[in-house]
């Protein structure tokens, strides 16, 4: 099993930059790929980007294309979504998840909290 912890979430006024993190534990050698997803009250939970464990390619939905970027700290088990220009619709729960040999999102954190004041 791998286990996931999010942090970084907060309060943050529109235009404001963010920070979030997600360190993995447990049997961290099946991660093929960490990704990022978030979910709005009422809405459903939505992709927002990946990356590759060992290559570092990324991809990246189109309404955040040039104001996020996914990175990961291989030796720390750990990736990151940095957030610039952040807008009142991106308010959310992130979430981060695990990909492993399956293509599949086997393993999912417990979510943190952004909120972005108009």
């Known amino acids: 099993q791998v286990q996931l912890v999010e942090s970084g979430g907060g309060l943050v006024p529109a235009g404001g930059s963010l920070r979030l993190s997600c360190a993995a534990s447990?049997?961290?050698?099946?991660?093929?790929?960490m990704g990022w997803f978030r979910q709005a009250p009422g809405k459903e939970r939505d992709f927002i980007a990946h990356?590759?464990?060992?290559?570092?390619?990324?991809y990246y939905t189109d309404s955040v294309k040039g104001r996020f970027t996914i990175s990961r700290d291989i030796a720390r088990n750990t990736v990151y979504l940095q957030m610039y220009s952040l807008k009142p619709e991106d308010t959310a729960v992130y979430y981060c998840?695990?990909?492993?040999?399956?293509?599949?999102?086997?393993?999912w954190g417990q979510g943190t909290q952004v909120t972005v004041s108009s």
């Open positions: 998840a695990v990909r492993g040999g399956s293509g599949q999102y086997d393993f």
């Open positions: 447990g049997q961290t050698f099946r991660i093929n790929a």
């Open positions: 990356i590759s464990w060992r290559d570092s390619s990324t």
